[in-house]
């Protein structure tokens, strides 16, 4: 029974490592679009006099969409932002200690409020047929609600096993090898 927990608990994280590869790999396809919308943009504003009124708006939601949907990947692969100075020095037991810590303590509930908030802007968005007010384009504000909101929520999920594999080792002793 023991066996078929740890077996289904690793299922469980290596599908979530496989959506955070996804969406990274995705995500990398809106910088080119985001490049595309800026260079359009130039040359139609410096060379033909011609601006658009949708180009600032969409990309924006090129770049929301693209960084929002890193977040997972960024921390299926440890790449976000720590202060390593004193945290390097610590042994192996402390790290995991301050890792499930501060996880109870400032990032669950932390993303558990961007969530909420995120999904209601969501709902709002689609009751209201709300738009984005920047510009004059006034695009519908729902699709990119929604991005950010599976955004966030992945990145919650995301955190979970990395949380968990901190909690296995300060029971087990040992690393849990996914």
Not at 17 to 32: I, M, P
Request: aromatic letters at 16%; a positive charge; glycine letters at 4%.
């Amino acid at each position: 029974m023991r066996g078929i927990t740890i077996i289904g608990m690793k299922r469980f994280i290596k599908a979530i490592y496989n959506v955070s590869e996804f969406l990274g790999q995705f995500a990398k396809y809106f910088l080119l679009l985001l490049m595309m919308i800026v260079f359009y943009e130039v040359i139609s504003r410096y060379i033909f006099n011609n601006p658009t009124i949708w180009a600032l708006e969409s990309a924006k939601m090129a770049l929301g969409t693209m960084v929002v949907l890193s977040f997972s990947y960024a921390d299926l692969y440890g790449d976000h932002i720590r202060v390593d100075i004193l945290y390097n020095k610590f042994s192996r037991r402390v790290k995991a200690w301050i890792n499930v810590i501060l996880s109870v303590a400032f990032l669950f509930p932390f993303l558990f409020v961007l969530c909420i908030g995120s999904i209601k802007k969501s709902i709002v968005a689609w009751k209201l047929g709300e738009k984005l007010v920047e510009t004059s384009w006034l695009p519908p504000a729902l699709p990119i609600r929604i991005v950010v909101t599976i955004g966030l929520i992945m990145f919650t999920i995301q955190s979970m096993p990395q949380f968990f594999k901190e909690l296995y080792f300060l029971i087990k002793n040992e690393e849990l090898i996914i």
